[in-house]
């Protein structure tokens, strides 16, 4: 069974600095995805970034961007020149094929 | 198409009462999938469908617990003589294979 494992449950970061959230999964397959979510209080789930295992490369959006360590199964967030309107939680999630799996969450504190 | 809508917002009801969620996915996605989420927790994977076909099924969902999607479009959930410990936000999403989810706004039950 495929587990996905965030060890920080709550991470602070002052505006404007950079963060690094962490995520580690389980799995034997060799082809899957891997997603960061964002949920802001009482608000909806947002995809915030994916990641093809097969790809090497890091993906990047705008000020977010991976570390995807394959061998290692790590998939670490880092949010650069953070805002306030990132204070959410932050969910690390697998895919691959049929549903998705979710860590427990990072809740992000940005301190003005 | 706006995304994916969940109706109602919110819903309480008494113990033992049996309640029913409506999810409208986004009309291109084929696949739907039913997640709970509990406060200060990661979404629980309950069941996903593919058109209307109900493939895969938690063991989180009791016999109580029940979805369709009857034409491959909309799906409903239903719990039967809901509990306490039911008590939580029901989320629905909706993908093509391989892509990040699109989440509604959850309906949230709260059993009293």
């Known amino acids: 069974a495929q587990t996905v494992t965030q060890s920080q449950p709550e991470m602070s970061v002052q505006e404007a600095e950079t963060v690094t959230l962490s995520c580690t999964y389980d799995t034997s397959e060799s082809d899957y995805y891997l997603f960061w979510y964002k949920q802001p209080p009482s608000r909806q789930m947002i995809l915030v970034i994916r990641q093809e295992a097969y790809k090497q490369q890091n993906a990047t959006e705008n000020r977010f961007s991976v570390n995807f360590q394959k061998a290692a199964k790590s998939f670490s967030l880092k949010i650069s020149d953070s805002q306030l309107g990132d204070a959410a939680m932050y969910f690390c999630a697998y895919n691959e094929n049929n549903d998705m799996r979710f860590g427990a969450g990072t809740r992000l504190t940005v301190k003005p | 198409d706006t995304g994916v809508s969940q109706n109602p917002r919110h819903k309480i009801t008494k113990r033992g009462q049996n309640v029913t969620f409506r999810c409208d996915p986004i009309s291109e996605h084929n696949r739907l999938y039913w997640y709970r989420q509990t406060l200060g927790q990661g979404p629980e994977f309950l069941t996903y469908f593919q058109n209307e076909a109900q493939l895969e099924k938690s063991r989180l969902l009791s016999d109580r617990f029940s979805a369709e999607r009857p034409k491959g479009s909309f799906s409903t959930l239903e719990i039967q003589r809901t509990e306490q410990g039911d008590s939580a936000m029901y989320l629905c999403?909706?993908?093509?294979?391989?892509?990040?989810?699109?989440f509604g706004s959850g309906t949230r039950l709260t059993v009293v």
């Open positions: 999403a909706s993908s093509l294979p391989r892509y990040g989810y699109t």
